[in-house]
């Protein structure tokens, strides 16, 4: 045994202290697309208003995205919404993707890639 020895730890020990974290992770990601979806769920067909807007605040707080970041979300779903004179709350959810992807820097996903 050398001297270092005692310090390293076993495999046991570090698979242990990792599948904490990725059960946190899983179960905060969880959380936030309960959160989202249940943001964007109700009366899909409905028209955006100052309700839902604080609504969608709301859920992106409570899903750990932050205050300062939230109203910033919102305020570029708003832009996009009113850019593209669209007002359902469908609509917002593809706003709130190219803003996303945006905030993101990444390509927001082609939704016919799928279909070709």
Do not use: K
């Not at 750990?64 to 939230?70: E, S, W």
Request: aromatic content about 6%.
């Amino acid at each position: 045994m050398g001297l270092f020895d005692r310090f390293r730890r076993q495999p046991r020990e570090e698979a242990a202290q990792v599948e904490p974290r990725r059960s946190r992770l899983r179960a905060a990601l969880n959380r936030t697309r309960a959160f989202l979806t249940a943001a964007f769920a109700t009366d899909a067909e409905g028209l955006v208003d100052e309700e839902f807007f604080e609504e969608l605040v709301d859920a992106l707080v409570m899903a750990d995205v932050g205050p300062q970041l939230a109203d910033e979300l919102v305020a570029g779903i708003r832009r996009e919404l009113s850019e593209r004179g669209q007002a359902r709350r469908i609509d917002a959810l593809a706003a709130a993707r190219d803003v996303l992807a945006a905030v993101l820097e990444i390509a927001p996903p082609d939704p016919l890639a799928a279909v070709q």
